[in-house]
């Protein structure tokens, strides 16, 4: 199966769920529960000692506002991203969040996360 085949509503109701968790234990600091969904490929490349700094010292990702705008969807090859405006709860302005979604063994994974 192949995401980019789903309809818009049908990425979201997949999509929102695992972007509310991504804020959730990223303004825990929970790494192990943030990275749960995400594909094998995207661990293997995941340096974890940054990844535990980011999660220490980002006053942005630990302090995500549990609110936000969706913005829209990019559908390419076997992976979609869906494109949030978010905020913080400590920070003026607005940024960017993604997460990119396709299959892994029949289900649907993480394959990127960011918020720039």
Same mark, same amino acid.
């Given at each position: %199966? !192949?995401?980019?085949?789903?309809t818009?509503? =049908? ?6 769920? %695992?972007?509310d968790?991504?804020?959730?234990y990223s303004?825990?600091g ?5 990275? @749960?969904?995400?594909s094998?490929? #995207?661990?293997?490349g995941? !340096?974890?000692v940054e &990844? $535990?700094?980011q999660f220490?010292r *980002? =006053? #942005?990702?630990? !302090?995500? !506002?549990?609110e936000?705008?969706?913005?829209g969807?990019? @559908?390419?090859g076997e992976?979609?991203t869906v #494109?949030?405006? &978010?905020?913080?709860?400590?920070? =003026? $302005?607005?940024?960017? $969040? @993604?997460?990119v #979604?396709g299959?892994e063994?029949? =289900? &649907?994974?993480i394959?990127?996360a *960011? &918020?720039?």
């Open positions: %199966m !192949n995401i980019i085949e789903k818009d509503e =049908e990425i979201l109701e997949i999509a929102n769920p %695992m972007w968790d991504l804020i959730k303004n825990e929970e790494y192990g529960k943030f990275i @749960r969904k995400f094998y490929d #995207l661990l293997f995941l !340096n974890e &990844v $535990g700094k220490a *980002s =006053e #942005l990702t630990r !302090n995500l !506002n549990t936000y705008d969706y913005l969807l990019i @559908r390419r992976h979609v #494109l949030y405006r &978010v905020t913080s709860t400590k920070k =003026e $302005g607005e940024w960017l $969040g @993604r997460i #979604l299959y063994k029949d =289900e &649907v994974r394959f990127g *960011s &918020v720039f």
